[in-house]
T-cell receptor, first 114, second 115 residues
């Protein structure tokens, strides 16, 4: 079945450091890929998405490129801020199966220190 | 718009008790779902619905019931609570028009502890 594997945390960084969170996936079809972010005490919200190979999703300084050849969707940000401290989830949806289900990775906790 | 709302925010139950977690959305979304979040396991799908009167099981449905009598509401019922159901529960909704890849909107969660 479909699955998502993302790097384990926690990750602790200093402000203005470079952040990368690795995500790889397994899917039988042609999935769409997502990064969701969960700020402390809140629900998840969509950060960015890519719906086909070589698409780049971007939002709030974060970027991720859909790499079909390596089945990856790594999240990057060039200069993090304290406000980026959150849990980040990689997810996929295999719409080719005719449903709307999301499969999530385990989540990566990121803490940015001033 | 209030988006997706969930009540209660926190709940403590004793083993064997039953309760209903409420979820409502005001975006006229057809698709609604329930997830549980456990440390190191991400979010796992419990039940979902593609419209009023239609529900189906997700990855971890045992011990939970759902119904969808209206577009707006999608309650989750715990029939006989067990300590293994201690978790944070999230409700989510999305539109089904145009794409299977529409953004899912999440509620703030319900933190449930079963003693």
């Amino acid at each position: 079945g479909d699955s998502v594997t993302q790097m384990e945390g926690p990750v602790t960084l200093s402000e203005e450091a470079f952040l990368t969170i690795n995500c790889t996936y397994t899917a039988t079809g042609y999935p769409s890929l997502f990064w969701y972010v969960q700020y402390p005490g809140e629900g998840l919200q969509l950060l960015l998405k890519a719906t086909k190979a070589d698409d780049k999703g971007s939002n709030k300084g974060f970027e991720a490129t859909y790499r079909k050849e390596t089945t990856s969707f790594h999240l990057e940000k060039g200069s993090v801020q304290v406000s980026d401290s959150a849990v980040y989830f990689c997810a996929l949806s295999d719409g080719g199966k005719g449903d709307y289900k999301l499969s999530f990775g385990a989540g990566t906790t990121v803490t940015v220190r001033a | 718009n209030a988006g997706v709302t969930q009540t209660p925010k926190f709940q403590v139950l004793k083993t064997g008790q039953s309760m209903t977690l409420q979820c409502a959305q005001d975006m006229n979304h057809e698709y609604m779902s329930w997830y549980r979040q456990d440390p190191g396991m991400g979010l796992r799908l419990i039940h979902y619905s593609v419209g009023a009167g239609i529900t189906d099981q997700g990855e971890v449905p045992n011990g939970y019931n759902v119904s969808r009598s209206t577009t707006e509401d999608f309650p989750l019922r715990l029939l006989s609570a067990a300590p293994s159901q201690t978790s944070v529960y999230f409700c989510a909704s999305s539109s089904t028009s145009g794409s299977f890849y529409n953004e899912q909107f999440f509620g703030p969660g319900t933190r449930l502890t079963v003693l």
